[in-house]
């Protein structure tokens, strides 16, 4: 597992995935920031900057989940690691942390942007802590969903589409609740809405439930991604 980790992990800075998305992340949490915290807000506020980032990472993660599996299907090397000592769930496992471990260490390279609110006022401190605890565990169910796609198809561009739409299908499930008239239906959707269970953490509130509800994503789409590979060694 620790190879395939290390050899994944690597693979995104001998390519240009690694550099492009560091480089695209970094510039549009930037003015992302700027904007929502700094140019328009003029305060400390930064609700807005963490709800902007859902879609922010609903567009940029597929990028860095588009190789995962895809890129061995292509390579024919995919029977490699179907027939390596590691198990399917190892092998799974190592290359998702690999991609978690980009964007943690995006995600906490772009948190140093909340010093300089240290120059407009006093920074809630909990507030932004608890929102990265949030974007943490959201982005690791958005690489799951991604993932899971890229085992599904050899091309990495139908696999970088394909999870965008999902996520984005996952995103918006609030704003399409609220044309629907019926109550339970509509109930069923909110539930399901991610920006329902990140404004909460946008206001403040440390939200347990919704720490799980995306832990739980990332498990589900793992699981389907070890079935994937499961049915396709015995095919």
């Known amino acids: 597992m620790g190879a395939i980790y290390t050899r994944e992990l690597k ?12 480089a695209v992340f970094f510039a549009v949490t930037g003015f992302c920031f ?3 915290t700094i140019l328009q807000a003029e305060s400390s506020s930064v609700s807005a900057y963490f709800l902007f980032m859902i879609f922010i990472l609903a567009i940029m993660l597929p990028i ?3 190789k995962l599996f895809s890129d061995d299907r292509r390579s024919k090397t995919e029977q490699l690691l179907l027939t390596s000592p590691v198990g399917l769930p190892g092998m799974v496992m190592a290359k998702y942390l690999a991609a978690l471990t980009i964007y943690a260490c995006a995600l906490g390279v772009s948190s140093v942007y909340f010093f300089i609110l240290g120059s407009f006022g006093t920074p809630p ?4 802590i608890g929102n990265i605890i949030a974007l943490l565990f959201l ?9 899971f796609m890229s085992s599904l198809t050899e091309s990495q561009l139908i696999a970088a589409i ?6 984005l ?11 629907i008239p019926n109550t339970f ?11 329902n269970r990140m404004s909460t953490f946008a206001a403040g509130q440390i939200n347990l439930g919704s720490l799980i509800y995306f832990a739980s994503f990332t498990f589900m789409f793992l699981f389907l991604t070890v079935r994937v590979y499961e049915k396709r060694r015995w095919s």
Do not use: D, K
């Open 11 to 22: 693979s995104y800075f001998t390519t240009p995935i690694g550099y492009i998305f560091l």
């Open 34 to 36: 700027s904007y929502t």
């Open 64 to 66: 860095l989940t588009m």
């Open 125 to 128: 401190t909990a507030i932004i």
């Open 139 to 147: 982005g690791a169910a958005f690489i799951a969903i991604g993932s």
């Open 162 to 167: 394909s999870s965008m739409l999902v996520i």
């Open 169 to 179: 299908l996952i995103v918006i499930t609030s704003v399409v609740s609220n044309s």
């Open 185 to 195: 239906i509509r109930t069923i959707l909110n539930w399901f809405s991610v920006i």
